[in-house]
């Protein structure tokens, strides 16, 4: 089955796109469910080489959470590592978009979540089933907390709903009812990739056993569940 699919520059800080990647041949959780099964650990993989910055990923997500006019939970960032008026290496030419590359700014979906631990009333909370942060609208009171401790700037205020919202990986809505993120379902270019990291059988897990990703600022011990696939500048 085919595996479905501008702005914040600190969070672009730490991705080191043009860097030698580190290499995550596993990214599995040892947390448990109320119960004492293992609990599923769902990841998105970014593949930056294989974006084209459509933008039809931010479109299919504003549709399926029915986020007003002005919000994203997800944008797309155009990079370069040109210099400008440099020549291009691989067509020779001083104005091109042979370098041109993008990167998804969203939430992380953080196995060590900041935004659920300063939570002062649990409306941010990981989801017992899945594992994934999201939001009770009910107990959120607007304290705007989760949105300060986020290292990645990807929580904001739904003004609809006056509650903090981020990326859950479509829980409550595609996956609610057994679909892929509409993000993933919507690209054209096999560009994001999602599943269980925690099933050796999945997509996701063997391309993460064989793929270079990166994650954002892991230094900071937050370890995010979005992985990126840079896509590196060419040799000269």
Known sequence: MNQLKLHR???LQGIGVGTAAVTLAACSS????ADGEKRPHYVMMF????CT???????????????P???ARLTLERQSDRVEGAVCPTCGKTECHCDRKYVRVSCQQCQKAPCVMVCPTGAAYRDEKTGIVTMDGSKCAGCKYCIGACPYNARQINENTDVADNCDFCLHSKLAKGELP????????DALVFGDANDPNSYVARLLAVKNTQRIRPHLGTEPSLRYVAKLKPEV
Request: aromatic content about 6%; proline content about 0%; glycine content about 10%.
């Open 69 to 71: 006019e002005g919000m």
């Open 182 to 189: 509409a993000c993933v379902q919507a690209c054209r270019y």
């Open 9 to 11: 520059r600190q969070f």
């Open 47 to 50: 593949d930056q080489t294989k």
């Open 53 to 67: 910055g459509c933008g039809r990923c931010k479109d299919a997500c504003n549709e399926a959470n029915d986020l």
């Open 30 to 33: 040892t947390e448990e469910g």
